[in-house]
């Protein structure tokens, strides 16, 4: 199999999970800047091909979700793929390395933290759910 045709399989795989978990993937600076100064809640995740995002992050983002309290938007960026966005991205998260996969938290285009690729891999889904969660219930309003 061709390396190429394999890596766009893994990448639309990768896309579709998090767009089928119900966040809007943002694939260019312009698109970025208009999510992440919305005001309200927003949880970005940065999605990425690695084995920690495909086992944990992206089923973890999945889940999350499904709780009474949660953020106002769900967002996503590729690392990786969509360089030039994700770098914008990164420019909202201010006082954070560049990681992926990751989640940030913003409010009011604001970051206010993130659960970062060492909160995730070597960990389970559960946790990261909890972590995203517990960040839910301090910051976002109840649907």
Request: some cysteine.
């Amino acid at each position: 199999m061709d390396f190429n045709i394999f890596m766009q399989d893994v990448v639309g795989q990768a896309r579709q999970e998090i767009e089928d978990a119900g966040y809007t993937q943002l694939t260019t600076p312009e698109e970025v800047d208009q999510a992440l100064q919305q005001k309200g809640t927003t949880l970005v995740m940065i999605n990425s091909v690695c084995g920690c995002a495909g086992g944990i992050a992206r089923p973890a983002a999945a889940h999350a979700i499904h709780y009474d309290k949660r953020p106002d938007q769900l967002v996503s960026v590729f690392a990786g793929q969509d360089r030039e966005a994700t770098d914008r991205a990164r420019e909202y998260f201010v006082g954070y390395p560049p990681s992926s996969p990751s989640f940030a938290f913003l409010k009011d285009g604001e970051i206010i933290t993130m659960v970062e690729r060492h909160d995730i891999e070597g960990f389970d889904p559960i946790k990261v759910v909890n972590s995203l969660q517990q960040i839910f219930d301090e910051h976002c309003e109840e649907i």
